[in-house]
C-alpha cells in the first residue's frame, strides 16, 4: 500500500470517529486499522528519510 493510500483511509478513519458514525462493535476495529496504518505511515517515512539522508551524504 503506498503511504498516500495509507493516509487516506486513516483520514477516513478518524472523520468517522469524530463524526460519530462509527458504532462501538466497529470502534475496536476501527482502532486497530487505524494502528496498523499509522504503522506502515511511520515505516514508511522513516525509510524515506534514511535515503534522502544517504543521498545528501553522497552528494556533499
Known amino acids: 500500500m503506498k503511504y498516500e493510500e495509507a493516509l487516506r483511509k486513516l483520514e477516513d478513519i478518524v472523520a468517522r ?3 460519530g458514525d462509527v ?3 466497529q470502534l475496536a ?3 486497530k486499522q487505524a494502528q ?3 504503522a506502515l505511515c511511520r515505516d514508511k ?3 524515506a528519510d534514511e535515503e ?3 543521498i ?3 552528494t556533499e
Open 52 to 54: 534522502i539522508k544517504k
Open 36 to 38: 496498523q496504518l499509522i
Open 17 to 19: 470517529m469524530e463524526a
Open 29 to 31: 476495529e476501527q482502532l
Open 23 to 25: 458504532d462501538v462493535d
Open 56 to 58: 545528501l551524504e553522497k
Open 45 to 47: 517515512l522513516t525509510k
